[in-house]
């Protein structure tokens, strides 16, 4: 076995705080070398003990988690640090990796995952939740315009993507194009495949980003 993977610890709650250096020191190539209760002390024990990881509450008083990896990163650029929470809104997220984290973990997750994520991030990875990971791919599908998805649909395609952005249903559409429901639903179908959307609010956002409500033909 190679040389463990030094851990420090730091949450206020102190139940947790000693369940998570009960359960890491279990690990065979973990060693935990610092455990704290304040932001503050982060810093201290990375100072002291230079480790390969900290595990850091973002909620954590005298010196937010956030702060705290700010400041380590600043100072030992090496430590990786993976943010504990509760918070499973992207902002925090999106925050602990401007701080600097590698790893973003949610409190509820089990205690396999959070053994693979300290081995993952030591290996070099990003690590965040699964919930997370979704909603960050679909906000880049539907914020970033990428015109080689329009480039995937047909003229008919575009006119009921058009028409479903401007709140139109199914049968509406089917008036307007001279189809079917059923044909207009065969299409939602493949524009849903072809954007890689879900649903028809899904629709509406990425046509409002592609410029593509204009006034329904009368």
């Not at 076995?1 to 020191?25: E, S």
């Not at 925090?92 to 993952?120: D, H, Q």
Request: aromatic share 6%; proline share 6%; hydrophobic share 40%.
């Amino acid at each position: 076995m190679g040389k463990p993977i030094r851990l420090i610890i730091a949450d206020d709650h102190t139940l947790i705080r000693q369940g998570l250096v009960a359960l890491l020191a279990n690990e065979p190539d973990f060693r935990i070398v610092g455990q704290t209760g304040t932001g503050r002390e982060v810093i201290t024990l990375a100072r002291q003990h230079r480790p390969d990881i900290a595990l850091v509450d973002i909620a954590i008083p005298y010196m937010s988690g956030l702060e705290a990896t700010r400041c380590c990163k600043a100072q030992f650029p090496e430590l990786k640090i993976i943010n504990l929470t509760v918070h499973e809104e992207k902002l925090y997220f999106i925050e602990a990796l401007r701080a600097g984290a590698s790893g973003y973990f949610l409190k509820g997750a089990s205690a396999r995952e959070l053994i693979s994520a300290i081995r993952s991030v030591y290996a070099g990875g990003i690590y965040l939740p699964p919930q997370l990971t979704g909603q960050l791919v679909q906000d880049v599908w539907l914020n970033v315009p990428s015109p080689p998805r329009m480039s995937r649909l047909t003229p008919r395609e575009r006119e009921v993507l058009a028409l479903v952005a401007q709140g139109l249903n199914n049968h509406d559409i089917a008036q307007r194009l001279v189809l079917s429901p059923h044909t207009v639903k065969t299409y939602c179908l493949r524009l849903y495949q072809k954007l890689a959307l879900r649903d028809r609010n899904d629709l509406v956002n990425f046509a409002t980003r592609m410029g593509l409500l204009h006034p329904a033909p009368s």
